[in-house]
């Protein structure tokens, strides 16, 4: 998320964000249905290298 994204987000009321985020879970777990044991493999070692890096929530 770039720093415009972020403002544009931390400007919004907190209902229209907690009304995003459910949005967006609910898209996730829906397309999460779909998931081949390959894919989820996949997405693991993706996690495992982002969980080496930065917090991205701390910038």
């Known amino acids: ?12 009321e ?3 964000r907690i ?6 879970c609910m ?3 829906e397309f999460s249905c ?7 493999d996949g997405i693991a070692m993706v996690y495992k290298t982002m969980r080496k890096k930065d917090d991205p929530c701390k910038s």
């Open 1 to 12: 998320m770039n720093e415009f994204e972020r403002q544009v987000y931390a400007d919004m």
């Open 14 to 16: 907190s209902t229209d």
């Open 19 to 24: 009304s995003i985020w459910i949005i967006k």
């Open 27 to 29: 898209e996730l777990a």
């Open 34 to 40: 779909i998931l081949t044991d390959e894919d989820i």
